[in-house]
């Protein structure tokens, strides 16, 4: 980053995440809303940031992109508008025309780095309200992006696909997806993790050790971010996979169930390239 670069106040609050595989009927309109990006957002109660991505082929991350795989990630100033937004017609919009969708609310735990040129903060107890955390165990999510320098993309994405595929088949992950601002040079992963054993396990050994080594020494990012989320509320299908963890209760109601994570094929999980694409 250039030293003269001016940066903006930290963002905090609470992070929403969907992840849409669109019915092929419904590709033209999944087209419309990434090319409109923000626009259609602009008057959501709460809302601090949003960004409207693409995805590569089946929801990875390569050089070929999806047709049918989109997210959006938000962050709200408070946790009862995150939820009060998965309850829109914005987000409905999403689910009535997917083959499959996951959405979540998340709690940012930690954060380093910067997206355009904003950091991030810890969910403060003001954004979290009554929803301080959720029953051991619950899974956690991380959020990773960066800024390729152009002229050094091409020797990026030669150590990004192979790290991509052993995240995808990553003992412990329950769920990732490669996500993009701009193809080949904003890139985006979300992951979701049983716990912080397996993504340690993940990121300092095989193909993502290599690329972290090469980023670093090669200086690949003008600018990134790291983020660790705590899941507090998540529902949805994803690559075959029903996921289910309601918010935490309010004082008086009854325990948050555990988490449901149901899984018709078990331990024969498809890599992320696996696509109806």
Known sequence: MEANTTLHDPLSGVVVVLLTDFLRQHQGWGWLRLVAGATHYKDVPGLTMVKVMGSGHGGGFSLRPSATHQGLICTFSHVDLALQFLDSPAVQAYRSRARECWTGVLAVQSARGHWDKQAWQASSAQALGEQTRLNDPAPFAVLTRA????????????????AQADLGQAPGCLLAMGLGEVPLVRQCTFSLWEDTAAMLQYAHQGPHQAA????????????????????????????????????????????????????????????????HV
């Open 212 to 275: 972290s080594a090469a980023a670093y020494k090669h200086q690949f990012f003008s600018e990134s971010l790291f983020v660790r989320m705590q899941v507090l509320q998540m529902t949805g299908v994803w690559q075959g996979r029903t996921f289910q963890l309601p918010v935490v209760p309010r004082p008086g109601q009854a325990p948050t169930a555990q988490p449901v994570l149901q899984d018709e094929f078990a331990r024969d999980v498809p890599t992320l390239e696996h696509s």
């Open 147 to 162: 800024s390729i320098v152009p002229t050094k993309a091409m020797a990026f994405w030669r150590y990004a696909p192979a």
